[in-house]
């Protein structure tokens, strides 16, 4: 099953390399990292995608990450309600007539080409995993160049009222 784990840390030189050590060498498969500084000075948020077997794998993981020295907070976010985004740069085969037949296709993706040159586009978008990988798909045809993926960076949505306690509130007006 596919995890999406967040860890807040210590922003200090090895800190990756330790934690990325520890999955490797408990045989977790990374899909994705994504690393950032947060609000707060000196601290960075790390978002790992992994595939994990079972729930005590889960449990483990989480735990020896836990235990690391600069670790500050570790979640699973994976079943929580969250805004998840990915980056893609796609460098697709082109010429100039192309281009309109470009901006139609990556259109409803609310994507944008960044750069244009003689034999290719440069095409930006943000997303879902999901959505960029079906844009990739429809763009295969025309011969993709280059992908260049940030891998996935999520947090929790803001607090949401909860369906209980909506009903406690009336729009009637009289």
């Known amino acids: 099953m596919k995890r999406i784990i967040t860890a807040l840390v210590q922003d200090r030189s090895g800190v990756l390399n330790r934690l990325t050590g520890l999955m490797q060498r408990r ?17 960075s948020k790390m978002t790992f995608v ?5 729930a005590q794998k889960l449990e483990q993981l989480t735990k020896q990450l836990h235990k690391q020295i600069d670790v500050l907070k570790v979640s699973d976010i994976t079943d929580k309600a969250i805004v998840a985004r990915e980056l893609a740069l796609i460098k697709v085969v082109s010429n100039g007539h192309l281009i309109n037949e470009m901006k139609g296709i990556i259109e409803p993706f609310r994507a944008s080409i ?34 260049a993926r940030t891998g996935m960076t999520a947090f929790l ?4 009222p909860q369906v209980a306690e909506l009903n406690s509130y009336s729009a009637i007006v009289k």
Request: glycine fraction near 8%.
């Open 114 to 147: 960044i750069d244009v040159s003689k034999d290719s586009l440069s095409i930006q978008v943000t997303g879902k995993p999901e959505k960029i990988e079906a844009l990739i798909d429809l763009l295969r045809p025309y011969g993709i160049k280059e992908i």
């Open 157 to 160: 949505r803001g607090q949401q």
């Open 50 to 54: 992994v595939e994990i077997a079972d």
């Open 27 to 43: 045989q977790f498969n990374i899909e994705s990292i994504s690393v950032g500084k947060t609000e707060t000075e000196g601290i």
